[in-house]
């Protein structure tokens, strides 16, 4: 697992992040990706001092939506349960502006997936960062096929 950003200001995390682009190797979202998945939506906030998340994406049965009660390991490291198995989130990368870079693994049975995502306060990011997270994922032993930028519309 990557570590978290040094000197990680919670605070500033907060609000709304746009998916731009995500790599995978959990067989759900390698069932789900297709050239024009649309982006999914993420909501940080605070809530009586624990980090939440609600993920909204579009799904084939509609807009389905996440809310996800954040156990905090240390401030950018999350642990929370999915209906699938337990889950770590990481916040490896953000610049509170522009872009944030989250890294996931979840065991789901006895099957360890990794899912990197990353995120724009708006729903295009400069093609170096893009780049940038394209290599990064790389470091984290995923592949090019595993990739997916989302459709911007």
Known sequence: MPPVMEGLDENKVGGVWYG???????????????????APVIIYSMNNGHMKSSTSFQTDKGCQQM?????????GHYKWKSPQGDSETIIARTDYNTFLMEYMRSQMDEIICTTVKLFGRE???????????????????????EYIRFHEK
């Open 123 to 145: 729903d295009t990011l400069p093609e170096d960062r893009i780049t940038e997270f394209k290599d990064h994922i790389k470091d984290l032993g995923l592949k090019e096929e």
């Open 20 to 38: 731009i682009s995500a790599a995978s190797n959990c067989k759900l979202f390698l069932q789900m990706k297709s050239e024009n998945m649309p």
């Open 67 to 75: 809310d996800v009660d954040l156990t905090t390991v240390k401030i």
